[in-house]
C-alpha cells in the first residue's frame, strides 16, 4: 500500500489538531496494537539538521490512537508551533503493528504560516 498524500496546513502560535481515520475497505482499522510516529523535515536542509518536529504515540507525545475506531489524532501546542518558524516543510506518519509491520500511511507537505497577531 502507497502512502496517501495529505498537506497540511498550520498556523504558527496556534494550537493545531487533526483527526484521521484509517480504513480499508470502508472498515476501520483496529489501532490497539500499534504505536505512531510522525516526523516534520525541511528539505532544504541537511539531514543531520533538517528535523523541525518529532510526534509519537507515546504518552504526551503529541499522538492519540482511538483503537477499534481507526482514528489518529494529532495535536500540537500552540507555544511548539510558535517556535516553528513559518515556511513549507515535508512530513510522513507512520503506524507500526505489535508484529513490527511498519505502514507509512500519510505523506505531503507541512506548510506553517505565519502569525500576525502574537
Request: glycine share 10%; aromatic share 8%.
Amino acid at each position: 500500500m502507497s502512502a496517501g498524500v495529505h498537506n497540511i496546513k498550520a498556523e504558527k502560535g496556534a494550537t493545531f489538531s487533526q483527526t484521521f481515520t484509517w480504513k480499508i475497505n470502508s472498515n476501520a482499522v483496529n489501532l490497539t496494537s500499534y504505536t505512531a510516529r510522525m516526523k516534520v523535515r525541511d528539505p532544504k536542509r541537511a539531514p543531520s539538521v533538517n528535523q523541525i518536529l518529532s510526534l509519537t504515540s507515546a504518552a504526551g507525545g503529541g499522538i492519540t490512537l482511538g483503537g477499534s475506531a481507526g482514528t489518529i489524532v494529532v495535536t500540537i501546542a500552540a507555544t511548539t508551533m510558535d517556535n516553528i518558524v513559518a515556511g513549507k516543510y515535508v512530513y510522513d506518519l507512520e503506524l507500526e503493528a505489535s508484529n513490527g509491520t511498519v505502514t507509512r500511511l500519510l505523506k505531503g507537505s507541512f506548510t506553517v504560516y505565519d502569525e500576525v497577531t502574537y
